[in-house]
């Protein structure tokens, strides 16, 4: 079975970009047709999804955080990046990588494997 695992500094400063490694075991990231997504959750908010890479390269963000937010990859480790620019107090939240495919593109889809979780913490 896939399993997931975020790792990263967690507490990042506003000078600094936020980044996050998202290590996948028990399955490729370049395997047909899966989708490697970051989401996240502030404190006593809900869930957020922020992007995916998918299995071929290539990426897609939510429009709230498209301009500041890019994913990346590294096939030979098996493993995908968030890079989050110019952090602010508000990106402040627990931080998970996930799998998600499409049981009907483009409007059904689950994220069926996660990570535990990662709290961030952006602060002066």
């Known amino acids: 079975q896939v399993q997931l695992q975020e790792s990263g500094p967690g507490l990042v400063k506003p000078s600094q970009t936020l980044s996050l490694t998202c290590s996948v075991s028990g399955g490729s990231i370049t395997t047909n047709y899966y989708y490697w997504s970051w989401l996240r959750q502030p404190p006593g908010k809900g869930l957020e999804w922020i992007g995916y890479?998918?299995?071929?390269?290539?990426?897609y963000y939510s429009p709230s955080l498209k301009s500041r937010a890019s994913i990346s990859r590294d096939t030979s480790n098996n493993r995908f990046s968030l890079q989050l620019s110019s952090p602010i107090p508000e990106d402040t939240a627990r931080y998970y990588c996930a799998k998600m495919e499409y049981t009907d593109y483009p409007t059904d889809f689950i994220f069926d494997s996660w990570g535990q979780g990662t709290q961030v913490t952006v602060s002066s």
């Open positions: 890479i998918s299995y071929s390269g290539n990426t």
